[in-house]
């Protein structure tokens, strides 16, 4: 079973402009989440899709979105983008709606994002 | 805020050590606490506690939750190289896959 997929693994962006970063998450696994990790913060949650719909979000600025699709693939986008914005993306994925599991998250690899 | 705070933040033992991990929290309507092991990108699960007093055990590894005293423990027991990583703490809440994670313990093992 292939795990979460995260792309693309690697960018740069200069200030100002906007990213798009993809996650599949793993087969069956309809809800999806994205963390932020910073050497300064640590992991730090942005968003929780479940059924294409948001339920949760974290407390980050409008300029971060996300959505999920029919397929429960995620986007988040982050716009206007700042130096802070540097991380490593990272996307969690778990099987829910009664199906087995410790109830861990299951992580991507995650987005390495440089903006300078 | 919620807050888990984790200690130490950095830990350098020889090969075959044993070292034991805190993980402390400021809140108490959370429903289960996680460990993570971060070695190079992708946090890899390795328990989650949800009763108080219950030690869960993996090989080398073994953890404990007090709700009580509202701390948790990972043991590590005759560490090898690969141990070397940074170790994660977070709290699961009721009804999300909300995480809210310590900042991680660096765990550097000498041969």
């Not at chain 1, 490593?88 to 199906?99: E, H, I, M, V």
């Not at chain 2, 590894?61 to 190289?81: G, P, R």
């Amino acid at each position: 079973k292939a795990g979460v997929t995260q792309t693309p693994r690697y960018l740069i962006k200069t200030r100002g402009q906007q990213v798009t970063l993809s996650c599949s998450p793993i087969s069956g696994h309809r809800s999806v989440s994205w963390y932020q990790q910073t050497p300064g913060q640590g992991l730090q949650f942005l968003f929780e899709y479940f059924s294409e719909t948001q339920r949760n979000k974290g407390n980050f600025p409008g300029r971060f979105s996300g959505r999920q699709f029919s397929n429960s693939r995620s986007e988040m986008n982050v716009s206007t983008l700042e130096l802070g914005d540097s991380a490593l993306y990272l996307c969690a994925s778990r099987p829910s709606g009664g199906q087995k599991g410790t109830g861990e998250l299951f992580f991507g690899e995650g987005s390495r994002l440089t903006v300078l | 805020e919620d807050k888990v705070v984790q200690s130490p933040l950095s830990l350098v033992v020889h090969e075959g050590d044993t070292v034991t991990l805190n993980c402390s929290y400021e809140v108490t309507n959370f429903r289960s606490l996680l460990w993570y092991k971060q070695e190079k990108k992708a946090p890899t699960f390795l328990f989650m506690l949800t009763s108080s007093g219950i030690e869960k055990k993996s090989g080398r590894l073994s953890s404990i939750l007090d709700k009580k005293e509202l701390f948790s423990i990972l043991n590590i027991t005759a560490t090898q190289t690969g141990d070397s990583a940074v170790y994660l703490c977070a709290l699961r809440f009721q009804g999300a896959q909300k995480l809210v994670f310590g900042q991680g313990t660096r765990l550097t093992i000498n041969p």
